[in-house]
């Protein structure tokens, strides 16, 4: 119970991610607390530190892939913060109550083997997130609470209440979100390596390289998706600091068209409406958030 383990707060795991939205909490006092403010969804450490994955095997049938890292293929990982490789797997361990989860996001292949209670999941393919949009300030029960009853809600392509003993598995790019419907205990194995070419890796590997690198980047991204609202932030905000302001507000535009929550697609918009003199687009912008 004195082990330490890291929690972070839900909207700030997707806000922030979750190498970065994370605080050293005891393990007895995390669970004391439940269900409090924070969730426990760490970066691998806590069973790695444990020992708990010495025989981890990657999932039969993802095992071919080759993406997943395991102690049998003898392939490195990278804990949060470290450029230090370590030998096997990295799995989440999840730990959270009634309510507790992550609102939507994306990420590369994973699959979650759940072993205690019950959790409820929502997830879209590329291209099939619903106009009533989605936003990082809301946690997934609030999105299930609010956003289910808009005029332009389309229903999950696959929903479900994962039992313990199961395993669902979430393909690259594919949005989703999660929410305990009792005290539930999982782990999570992510990939380590994105498939090349996909339009989710090209997302990531436009943030690694030079402005001129991920605005190409990101074209290509939306050649393959061109509904992700994220993509097209990206670009715009790029666009932005390159002082291509028409291109900027068009790519933000678009953004908010496709996700009408995106508050940071939002908030950029505003700020370069005000740059070109459309002060009251910008607080037309503003005041219509507080509607939605």
């Not at 999932?59 to 490789?85: C, E, R, V």
């Not at 669902?168 to 999982?186: A, K, M, N, R």
Request: glycine residues 10%; proline residues 4%; charged residues 25%.
């Amino acid at each position: 119970g004195t082990t330490t383990v890291l929690t972070g707060r839900p909207r700030e795991l997707v806000r922030d991610g979750q190498k970065k939205a994370r605080q050293e909490e005891r393990l007895q006092d995390y669970v004391a607390s439940m269900p409090g403010s924070t969730y426990l969804f760490d970066d691998g450490s806590f069973l790695r530190s444990s020992g708990l994955d010495r025989s981890w095997e990657t999932a039969p049938g993802l095992d071919a892939l080759g993406t997943f890292n395991d102690w049998s293929n003898n392939k490195t990982s990278y804990l949060a913060g470290s450029t230090q490789p370590v030998k096997g797997p990295l799995v989440t361990f999840s730990l959270g109550s009634t309510g507790q989860g992550v609102a939507f996001h994306i990420h590369g292949d994973s699959y979650n083997l759940h072993l205690h209670g019950r959790k409820q999941w929502a997830i879209y393919a590329p291209g099939k997130m619903p106009r009533t949009g989605f936003s990082r300030s809301e946690t997934f029960e609030d999105w299930l609470r609010l956003r289910r009853q808009g005029p332009d809600f389309t229903q999950p392509e696959w929903e479900c209440i994962q039992e313990a003993g199961e395993v669902l598995y979430i393909p690259e790019g594919f949005y989703h979100g999660t929410s305990c419907v009792e005290d539930c205990v999982g782990a999570v194995h992510q990939v380590e390596r994105l498939t090349p070419g996909t339009s989710f890796e090209r997302f990531v590997a436009s943030r690694k390289g030079t402005p001129s690198e991920a605005v190409s980047l990101l074209r290509e991204a939306l050649k393959l998706d061109g509904t992700n609202s994220d993509y097209w932030m990206e670009l715009g905000v790029l666009y932005a600091s390159a002082g291509r302001l028409g291109e900027a507000i068009a790519c933000l535009e678009k953004s908010l068209d496709l996700n009408p929550l995106n508050e940071d697609a939002r908030s950029n918009l505003a700020s370069l409406y005000v740059r070109g003199g459309r002060r009251l687009d910008a607080a037309r912008l503003r005041w219509e958030r507080l509607w939605l």
